[in-house]
């Protein structure tokens, strides 16, 4: 089974924020030499906001980062890759999870769901190579290697990157989303981090995760420690950034999903300084 080929760096977004993108905008991401822009938020099965992304660009690719198997059924969520896969072909990555359980009234045995949700992806014709796994823990980061094209984690560490190649194996496609903040003052974009964290010290998943690199009850406990801060967003100046988006690439990924904590009108500039460093231009 061949491996997505997403290119080194992606940009990732919530999808309703890449919905509101023009079209000249989808275009200047794309001349910079980031290969896909990866869509958060939980969308909807629909996913019908994918073809005006990908009907604007020529190569850019576009990945559910991702679908949650509680609110997306399969056969719908099938239906929709078929349909943009028939317009675009090789241009798609469904990306699924379960999200969290303090989020799901219904969230139980996460794990038994998405074997379901694979068992229905596979009846409904989604190849395992064209959809990959929101996974932090060992068994779902193993599953997602078994059962599809690879594993696209959130809010890790290059620690965690090695960690999960060695238990995936060389074939299986790993991409890590790392967050960052186009800022030498520290102290500004410790507070810009440690707002967007704070939902996330709230999240079961997320702190065991943390935990299990080596983070302490302390680190992980609100507001969250500057040691935790700056581990999960790069920070500083631009070829410290850079050195530390291109250590998950060094630690063993495929692809790193990159998400500029800025309002969208500052996306691209930021994307415009970070993308020549990256080596992407």
Known sequence: MSKPDLGPFGVFGHFEQWAQF????????????????????????????????????????????I???WTAAPG????????IEAAYPGRFLLGIGVGHPEAQTEYKK?????????????????????????????????????RSAGA??????????AQARELMGPEAFLAPEHKVVLTADADAARAVGRRMLQVYLGLVNYVNNWKRLGFTDEDVAKPGSDSLVDAVIAHGEVDAIVGALRAHLDA????????????????IPALTELAGPLGLR
């Open 22 to 65: 023009s079209p000249h905008e989808l275009q200047e991401i794309e001349a910079l030499g980031f290969g896909a822009l990866w869509a958060g938020g939980s969308p909807p099965a629909d996913l019908t906001w994918v073809e005006p992304i990908l009907a604007a660009t020529e190569t850019l690719q576009v990945a559910a980062g």
């Open 67 to 69: 679908v949650n198997v």
């Open 76 to 83: 719908p969520t099938a239906e929709s890759f078929h349909r």
């Open 110 to 146: 996460p794990y038994d769901a998405l074997i379901d949700y694979l068992d229905d992806l596979d009846r409904y014709g989604v190849p395992r190579n064209r959809r990959v796994v929101a996974a932090l823990g060992p068994k779902v980061l193993a599953l997602s290697a078994q």
């Open 152 to 161: 696209h984690p959130y809010l890790t560490t290059p620690a965690h990157t």
């Open 252 to 267: 063993g990924a495929d692809h790193v999903p990159v998400q500029v904590l800025t309002t969208p009108d500052k996306l």
